[in-house]
Each structure stands twice: as structure tokens, then as C-alpha cells.
């Protein structure tokens, strides 16, 4: 059980230690099942947003994400390099570029997403409420968080 710290504004900002850990314990359970099934953790899931948005823009994954540019240069860098992914340009825009899968990064996220499903069946049994609810309310969360951000000065913005 976690202590509730007395805060003298109410506020219940140990939410945010508590979702912060909850995705370090994510990453922990389906890192697990990753390497059981022989694929590596690293950029793993990095790669599946990929999969899910294909085609996407360097800056679509910011706005998903919430990583900084040069964490998302430097992630695009090495998938590229590992072949795993690839450029093409933007017909929106002929200065940048989306990014999509190519068919060795297509087979890696193919055997990858079994050890996702596994973690989620390892989980599933354990929750108090259907997946379902939890996941309405991770996406509120999203999209709250993405606000939050898009407020901040612009000065702070990565």
C-alpha cells in the first residue's frame, strides 16, 4: 500500500510517481517475455509505434511519444542503421520524411508482438477491472499529459 504524503495544496500528485513506475514495471514484464521469445528490449516498443502509425513523421512519433527530437533522431538512427526501418519522403512535405517498416523490421514486430500478448495474459488475471476500463483510462491520461505539454512555454519545449 502506498502512503499518501500530506500535501498542504490536496493535490494527489502521487499519481505521477505512480504511473511513472507503472511504466517501468510495463517494461520490465514485457522485456521478460521479449527475451524468452528471442527478441532484443532495446527499441522495441519504440518500433512498435512505428507499426502502429506507418507511415509516420519524425514529429507524429513526438506527438505520440512525447520524446524529444533527438531522442527520436538518435532511435531513427540506429533502426535505420540495424535495418529495420526506412525513410521516404514526405509528400506532404518534400523537407522531411515518414518513417516505415521494412521487411526485416515487419518480421522483428511479427515475433515480437506474441511476448507482448504473453505479458498482457500474465497481467490480465491480476486486475481488478476489465482491460477495457484501464485502457479508457491510460488514453484520458495520454491525452491530458499531451495538453499539459502543449501548454508549457515555449522555451521549455524540447
Known amino acids: 500500500m502506498i ?3 500530506a500535501n498542504p495544496a490536496g493535490h494527489d500528485a ?17 522485456g ?3 527475451e524468452k521469445a528471442g527478441v532484443a528490449p532495446e527499441l522495441f516498443s519504440f518500433l512498435g509505434w ?5 507511415p509516420v513523421s519524425p514529429g507524429g512519433l513526438a506527438a505520440e511519444t512525447g520524446m524529444p527530437p533527438t531522442t527520436i533522431r538518435d532511435y531513427v538512427r540506429r533502426l535505420v542503421e540495424r535495418g529495420d526501418i ?6 506532404a512535405d518534400g523537407r522531411s520524411y515518414h518513417l516505415v517498416l521494412t521487411a526485416q523490421g515487419r518480421r522483428l514486430s511479427d ?3 506474441p511476448a507482448v500478448v504473453a505479458s498482457f495474459e500474465r497481467l490480465e488475471p491480476l ?3 476489465p482491460a477495457a476500463e484501464y485502457l479508457a483510462i ?18 521549455a519545449a524540447h
Open 3 to 5: 502512503r499518501t504524503v
Open 14 to 30: 502521487h499519481l505521477m510517481q505512480s504511473v511513472y513506475t507503472a511504466g517501468s514495471l510495463v517494461g520490465v514484464l514485457v
Open 32 to 34: 521478460e517475455e521479449l
Open 50 to 54: 512505428i507499426t502502429l502509425l506507418q
Open 86 to 91: 526506412r525513410k521516404v519522403p514526405n509528400p
Open 111 to 113: 515475433r515480437g508482438w
Open 127 to 129: 486486475l481488478g477491472r
Open 138 to 155: 491510460v488514453e484520458e491520461l495520454r491525452a491530458g499529459l499531451r495538453q499539459a505539454l502543449a501548454q508549457r512555454p515555449a522555451a
